[in-house]
């Protein structure tokens, strides 16, 4: 149980398009999921946490209106890059959390993405 | 703040040799602690937890972990180290409670596992 599924699990794509991945709960709702980003040899930066229905909560630094995230439903979290540029390349990483094991997170795959 | 250090950035081991990746973290209250495995290009699988109980804790893959309070660690340990060992262990820390808890990661450390 408590599996995370995210697509796609690499793209690449040009400067200036957006791009979306999607994060799912396989086998639970979460009322809670969030975004990181993992730059290489280091560790996962929080991004921003989505409350189903509600607006996502962003942490210091993160851009709201480059990354956006939607969490629309209880299985479902997008997180949209726009306009993407060269720097925004980096290993995404998805999680969830149920309302019932709120100290528990369990994590996708990763998207690898690319912007050339 | 609470936070997580993980002060070996890289370490070699030879294979069937122990191991014991080093973890300290800061919090006023009982941490939920936590180490995840990170093979290359993938997600994070949980390794263990620690919430309350038994300070000693075991995990997957042979891994046990122990939280001491005096020494504000969470060690993770493994007598024999196999080669698929090879990986980006993290040890993290819930920031918060209940809905609000956000997990806070250390830095990771690198194991190299030598034949």
């Known amino acids: 149980g408590a599996v995370v599924s995210q697509h796609p699990s690499r793209v690449i794509c040009k400067s200036g398009t957006s791009v979306k991945i999607e994060c799912r709960s396989l086998?639970?709702?979460?009322?809670?999921m969030f975004w990181y980003r993992q730059f290489p040899k280091k560790s996962l930066m929080l991004m921003a946490t989505?409350?189903?229905?509600?607006?996502?909560?962003?942490e210091q630094g993160v851009e709201k209106d480059k990354f956006l995230i939607n969490h629309a439903s209880l299985t479902l979290s997008t997180l949209t890059v726009t306009s993407a540029h060269p720097e925004d390349s980096s290993f995404y990483i998805c999680?969830?959390?149920?309302?019932?094991?709120?100290?528990?997170?369990?994590f996708g795959p990763g998207t690898r993405l690319t912007v050339l | 703040a609470q936070s997580v250090t993980q002060p070996d950035i890289h370490i070699t081991v030879s294979e069937g040799a122990s191991l014991e990746l080093r973890c300290n973290y800061s919090?006023?209250?009982?941490?939920?602690l936590f180490w995840y495995v990170q093979s290359p290009g993938q997600g994070l699988q949980l390794l263990l937890k620690?919430?309350?109980?038994?300070?000693l804790v075991q995990g997957i893959k042979g891994f046990e972990a122990e939280f001491k309070r005096s020494q504000s660690s969470f060690n993770l340990r493994k007598p024999s180290v196999h080669w698929s060992d090879a990986a980006e262990y993290f040890c993290?820390?819930?920031?918060?409670?209940?809905?609000?808890?956000?997990?806070?990661f250390g830095q990771g450390t690198t194991l190299q596992v030598k034949p």
């Open positions: 999680s969830a959390r149920s309302g019932d094991r709120t100290n528990e997170q369990f």
């Open positions: 086998d639970f709702q979460a009322t809670t």
């Open positions: 989505s409350n189903e229905g509600s607006k996502a909560t962003y």
């Open positions: 919090y006023g209250a009982t941490p939920y």
């Open positions: 620690y919430f309350s109980g038994d300070t």
């Open positions: 993290a820390v819930v920031r918060g409670s209940g809905n609000t808890g956000k997990l806070i």
